[in-house]
């Protein structure tokens, strides 16, 4: 198939590993931070750690819209499905998640919740056009990718005048996360991970463009290479970083030519910068509170905010103590420093976020189970 098997040549991915492998230096570790989880996928299912040498290391990122989802927000959509009788329409990978007193949305709908999947924002507006006796909430939720459809049916309700829908909204932003893994204050330095470098988001970028990453880059001296999510793109990306590495350079470089540009999609974001407004703070599990991490509906958009109009408050809640979700997130840890990885804790049952969908560390390492057991690295 044009543009995707060329993406995926084996030969042509030995002989990018072959360069990596002459440009790396033996004596040093070259620690690199995948953020997105379809990176995580790629890397995973077509086994490029299997291609990269020692020195080269691959660390997982909080990329996974899912994984990152704290456990309270979750709970907000399931007290509205189950105490207030909404319709709560949200994604597949939405309805796992575990959350509080052992439920999930798709618990939550086997009690009697009314919960729906949808593919899209437009599914759940269209929901709202055809029962117009019942209240429909959207769970959103999502990197910079998925808010433009948000914010489009969000305007679109207004446009309709329609009184019955409503968003819970959990979009979060990536620049932002990135500058906290690297330089948060109030994180200790034996939670951080060494980190050389990041294979830098695909989709997202496509959005907000490869200009939002400078000021990480120049600040913490760290390369960003964005990168698509085929494993040519991240092959490569990885042997431009070991090039900026090499030469002392942190830049923002973009392998992924064919979809990003220095200024990404000005119409997307004049969208989203029409109907959101930044948040101050935003839970993110393993990150804890990240600051101006993540939009909220602006006052205009009011009345679709499901926050305002149910009068919702977000409580935090512990991960569950067998999960290593946080560190994991975080790049600290590795899934199979998880003790119930594989055991109690599968895709079929997930105990943590970073199981349930198919861009989390763990279902990835789960399904595919080839990367090499490389210890991580702390900062000292
Ligand atoms: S294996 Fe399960 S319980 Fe362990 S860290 Fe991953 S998601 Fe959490």
């Known amino acids: 198939m044009k543009y995707i098997d060329e993406f995926r040549d084996a030969d042509l991915a030995r002989k990018i590993g072959d360069a990596i492998a002459d440009e790396a230096d033996p004596e040093r570790r070259y620690h690199l931070m995948e953020f997105c989880g379809g990176h995580t996928h790629a890397i995973s299912r077509y086994g490029v750690a299997d291609l990269l040498p020692p020195a080269v290391r691959m660390i997982h990122g909080p990329g996974c819209p899912v994984c990152v989802l704290p456990i309270g927000r979750v709970d907000l959509a399931i007290r509205l499905a ?95 996360a990135i500058a906290h893994i690297l330089g948060a204050p109030e994180v200790p330095a034996l939670e951080r991970p060494a980190l050389d470098g990041f294979v830098g988001p695909a989709h997202v970028s496509t959005i907000i463009g490869s200009r939002p ?7 913490y001296r760290k390369p960003v290479v964005i990168a698509g999510f085929e494993p040519l793109d991240v092959m490569q990306a990885i042997l431009m970083l070991v090039r900026q590495i090499n030469e002392g350079r ?21 969208l989203v910068a029409e109907v959101f407004e930044m948040r101050q703070t935003f839970e993110w599990r393993g990150l804890g509170d990240v600051p101006h ?88």
């Open 82 to 176: 189950l105490d207030r009788g909404v319709i709560l329409a949200t994604y597949a990978d939405c309805l796992r998640v575990p959350a509080s007193e052992n439920l999930s949305l798709l618990k939550a709908k086997a009690r009697g919740g009314d919960v729906r999947m949808v593919y899209s924002p437009a599914d759940a507006l269209k929901m709202a056009q055809s029962e117009p006796e019942r209240e429909v909430v959207f769970f959103a939720i999502g990197f910079e990718t998925t808010t433009p459809p948000t914010a489009l049916v969000i305007r679109q309700a207004q446009a309709l005048g329609l009184k019955n829908f409503s968003v819970i909204n959990n979009h979060v932003l990536t620049p932002a």
């Open 293 to 380: 991490s993540a939009l909220q509906i602006r006052p205009a958009y009011a009345e679709f905010d499901a926050e305002r109009r149910f009068d919702l408050t977000t409580k935090p809640v512990a991960d569950n103590k067998a999960c290593e979700c946080g560190d994991i997130l975080r790049g600290v840890k590795h899934p199979r420093d998880c003790k119930v990885f594989g055991t109690v804790c599968t895709p079929e049952n997930p105990i943590g976020s970073c199981m349930v969908s198919s861009e989390g560390a763990c279902a990835a390492h789960y399904s595919y189970g080839r990367f090499r057991e490389i210890p991580i690295t702390v900062t000292a």
């Open 213 to 219: 990453y400078e000021a990480a880059a120049a600040i």
């Open 250 to 270: 942190a830049e923002v470089e973009n392998e992924f030519s064919r979809a990003v540009t220095r200024d990404g999609n000005r119409k997307a974001q004049a």
